[in-house]
């Protein structure tokens, strides 16, 4: 049962990973990026603005829901991770994880977010990532590509 959970968290994670704009995506592993993020939105461009993390806004001030949900994701699948280093609270990540999960409904996200589980067969993300309990999974191949956004 953990290899399928894995398989349908890796081909969803796929999904998520090609809707996010490419330029975007890229401009926002770099760290000079995130501060002119912040200078020109302000502190709503991110969930945790003080250390320029859970980006969920684009240049232009606009919500993206894709960043949104990675946002989400990284947050749920830290909540109870065994061996977490920062030493960060399961606390601090539970509150990331409501505030993206409130955005992600008020901005209508799960309309324009679908996964393709096979011809004719869509869910949105939010039912399909509720079947699952991420803070059980250990794979660290999969922590690493979630902790990417």
Excluded: W
């Excluded at 309990?133 to 999969?142: A, H, M, N, P, V």
Aim: proline share 3%; charged share 30%.
């Amino acid at each position: 049962m953990e290899n399928t959970v894995h398989i349908m968290l890796e081909e969803a994670l796929q999904h998520l990973d090609k809707a996010i704009p490419s330029d975007l995506k890229e401009n926002l592993k770099k760290p000079s990026f995130r501060k002119d993020l912040l200078k020109k939105v302000g502190r709503t461009a991110f969930l945790d603005a003080d250390t320029l993390k859970f980006p969920i806004k684009d240049m232009d001030g606009k919500y993206v829901c894709q960043l949104i949900y990675a946002a989400y994701l990284r947050a749920k699948v830290n909540i109870g991770r065994p061996n977490r280093i920062n030493g960060i609270p399961d606390s601090y990540y539970q509150s990331i994880a409501n505030k993206a999960k409130i955005l992600f409904k008020s901005n209508k996200c799960d309309e324009a977010m679908q996964i393709h589980l096979s011809e004719g067969d869509d869910i949105d993300y939010t039912s399909f990532f509720e079947f699952f309990d991420l803070s059980t999974i250990t794979d660290k191949e999969l922590f690493n590509y979630v902790e990417n956004y």
